[in-house]
């Protein structure tokens, strides 16, 4: 089919006639646009198209042969108009390959082709699985011609001003990436989006990289657009910042959040199926809390501090396990029933006025969501499934409820506080450079979203070009159909966060739950397990297998990128960073420390043994913030 580009130049120098059929076609794609941007590529019908045009459906069809024709058109006038606006500012620019980057900025920033319409256009043809193919027909060539331009621009720029320490290639892959994800934020309702902020954010990276080039004195896009003349500089905006490096070592405020961030908080203790049967159990510790979950005889699920009421040894030492009968306390045997209940005292009569039935073990709250198990050690707030239940439609496909466990639980310890870790989980940023191996398997395709109240998604499709590397080249070729799920999501990674850092990680043939908390202000600990359907095709264990290999290549991956910023954060060098737009999930996460610990809103720690002071003076200001 002829595109709509093709037939707009060829009907120039038509006839009138022919040019009022090229100016309906427009107005039928403009129509399709909006309709697009409204209702998605599901929703758009030729009915909704004709109408938003004021026509008749009839003479959507007589120009377009139906639905399907008229979306592909869509989409090739959204590329070459894009195309061509790209070529032409290039071209303005002429030889100089700094021009010729901040060229493609302006452009790619240019409310023409960067505003909610078009971006939804791009999106709704990229995420829609149904629809990709033709995504890649119209829009492949053109994604690897201007990956491959900006790879030659910022390789010539690093010859030409003697980078040879830059890669440059994988600096230019993640200057297209910037350009590609940051446009999206236009979609988020609930965040207002600002062009300026988000060109000023490619050129801190630009100046980063290629400082003589690009840094503040050179400032080559407003000699460039003549609009810009009179704006103030870049400075006058300071990107955010980012907390403040004492919060991250200083051990009277990681005090202050193992109360008001670990103890007030959902965490996750359990899969259900790991308590099968009355007396199974599972445990978690965190925060100097140590928590216990049973399956009573009435089959429910309770949560109890796992702390004798006699002497505070553990009541169950093991990560999961089974009791049989009763809950004994290895240290001297008190015994507590299923409910927790105070049964039996060993030499009961030397206990003066003990009351078994205030004796008990103490309950705490737990609350069960997709088969996942979660307790909170004290606080109040939304539960679980007012956090997490936004998620639901999208996640009942993968029937979580039903799995069960695959293979033994996992942890590792890194020395880093915590927040690192955190910080590092929730963006998408990092993964060009740091993460090759994913950014093979999904190209560009992370999408990053929050909730706004602490609770995150993340999403990526398996591109079909396969990866050199075998884990990953195997993973992409054995990857099995799995009927179950929805098209969007049989060959997609899905992560699901919700504050301080719990995330159900899902693929098509596996789930697992992953939980950072802290074991001291220097110390962090990654804890998790996976689930699964029971399925005993070949080829889902392959990509079962496969799956955990390559994610454990990513573990060691962040756990050194960690390890970096870490030491940074101790450095005298270091004076507090930059957030980019694409990290607006850090920053997210930062500001909800800042809520629940004003004192960390300084720029300098208070005086040695007066945080937990400046914080309630603060907190009483503020009004006090409870969760």
């Known amino acids: 089919m002829q595109s709509l580009g093709a037939q707009d130049s060829l009907h120039a120098t038509a006839n009138g006639e022919e040019r009022l059929d090229v100016?309906?076609?427009?107005?039928?794609?403009?129509?399709?646009?909006?309709?697009?941007?409204?209702?998605?590529?599901?929703?758009?019908?030729?009915?909704?198209?004709?109408?938003?045009?004021?026509?008749?459906?009839?003479?959507?069809?007589?120009?377009?042969?139906?639905?399907?024709?008229?979306?592909?058109?869509?989409?090739?006038?959204?590329?070459?108009?894009?195309?061509?606006?790209?070529r032409e500012a290039i071209e303005h620019a002429g030889d100089d390959p700094v021009r010729k980057i901040e060229a493609i900025l302006e452009n790619d920033f240019d409310p023409a082709v960067c505003n909610p319409r078009w971006v939804a256009v791009w999106i709704a043809f990229w995420g829609e699985a149904r629809a990709r193919a033709d995504y890649m027909r119209v829009c492949g060539s053109r994604d690897a011609a201007y990956l491959h331009q900006t790879v030659q621009l910022f390789e010539q720029i690093a010859h030409d001003g003697g980078y040879d320490g830059v890669d440059a290639k994988a600096l230019g892959v993640a200057f297209t990436h910037m350009l590609n994800a940051l446009p999206e934020n236009l979609l988020?309702?609930?965040?207002?989006?600002d062009r300026d902020r988000a060109k000023q954010t490619c050129r801190r990276f630009l100046a980063s990289v290629f400082p003589a080039e690009f840094g503040s004195a050179s400032d080559v896009s407003r000699a460039a657009s003549a609009q810009r003349q009179h704006e103030p500089a870049l400075d006058a905006a300071p990107a955010p910042r980012t907390l403040a490096a004492w919060t991250y070592h200083n051990a009277e405020f990681h005090e202050l959040e193992k109360e008001r961030v670990f103890r007030r908080h959902w965490l996750v203790a359990g899969h259900a199926s790991e308590m099968p049967k009355a007396g199974d159990y599972v445990t978690l510790d965190v925060a100097d809390e140590r928590a216990l979950v049973i399956r009573g005889r009435d089959g429910g699920l309770r949560a109890f501090h796992n702390v004798c009421r006699h002497r505070a040894s553990r009541v169950a030492g093991a990560e999961t396990g089974?009791?049989?009968?009763?809950?004994?306390?290895?240290?001297?045997?008190?015994?507590?029933?299923?409910?927790?209940?105070?049964?039996?005292?060993?030499?009961?009569r030397s206990f003066s006025g003990l009351k078994k039935s205030s004796a008990g073990l103490r309950e705490i709250d737990i609350e069960e969501w997709m088969g996942f198990v979660f307790v909170r050690f004290a606080g109040s707030g939304p539960r679980v499934r007012d956090l997490m239940g936004r998620f639901d439609a999208e996640l009942l496909p993968y029937r979580l409820a039903d799995m069960k466990p695959q293979g033994d639980r996992w942890s590792f310890d890194l020395d880093v506080n915590w927040k690192i870790v955190v910080e590092n989980d929730c963006e998408s940023y990092h993964i060009p450079l740091g993460h090759?191996?994913?950014?093979?398997?999904?190209?560009?395709?992370?999408?990053?979203?929050?909730?706004?109240?602490g609770t995150q998604r993340a999403f990526a499709t398996l591109q079909d070009k396969p990866s050199a590397v075998f884990s990953e080249h195997f993973y992409q070729k054995l990857l099995p159909e799995m009927a179950h799920l929805p098209e969007t999501h049989r060959r997609a990674w899905a992560y699901y966060a919700m504050f301080p850092r719990t995330v159900l990680s899902v693929s098509p043939t596996?789930?697992?739950?992953?939980?950072?908390?802290?074991?001291?202000?220097?110390?962090?600990?990654?804890?998790?397990?996976?689930?699964?359907?029971?399925?005993?095709?070949?080829?889902?264990?392959?990509?079962?297998?496969?799956?955990?290999?390559?994610?454990?290549?990513?573990?060691?991956?962040?756990?050194?990128?960690?390890?970096?910023?870490?030491?940074?954060?101790?450095?005298?060098?270091?004076?507090?960073?930059y957030l980019s737009e694409l990290e607006y999930m850090v920053r997210e996460f930062q500001d909800r420390i800042r809520a629940l610990l004003p004192v960390a809103d300084r720029e300098e720690a208070p005086a040695a043994g007066r945080v937990a002071e400046v914080n309630r003076e603060l907190q009483a200001t503020a009004g006090g913030v409870e969760s």
């Open 23 to 86: 100016r309906r076609r427009r107005e039928l794609v403009e129509a399709a646009i909006s309709s697009i941007a409204e209702h998605g590529l599901s929703g758009t019908t030729v009915a909704k198209v004709a109408q938003a045009a004021g026509l008749s459906p009839g003479i959507v069809n007589f120009y377009f042969q139906g639905k399907d024709a008229l979306l592909l058109a869509t989409l090739q006038y959204v590329a070459e108009e894009f195309e061509r606006r790209r």
């Open 322 to 348: 089974h009791c049989s009968g009763a809950i004994v306390c290895p240290y001297h045997g008190w015994s507590y029933g299923f409910d927790g209940a105070l049964r039996s005292v060993p030499a009961e």
């Open 510 to 577: 596996l789930a697992a739950y992953y939980q950072v908390v802290p074991l001291g202000a220097h110390k962090t600990r990654m804890h998790g397990f996976c689930v699964g359907l029971e399925d005993d095709r070949r080829e889902t264990r392959a990509a079962r297998y496969l799956n955990m290999r390559i994610n454990r290549r990513v573990g060691r991956e962040d756990a050194h990128l960690c390890r970096w910023a870490d030491a940074g954060l101790r450095s005298s060098g270091y004076g507090g960073g």
């Open 188 to 193: 988020d309702e609930s965040r207002s989006w």
């Open 436 to 453: 090759p191996g994913l950014r093979r398997l999904f190209g560009d395709s992370f999408r990053d979203e929050s909730g706004g109240d």
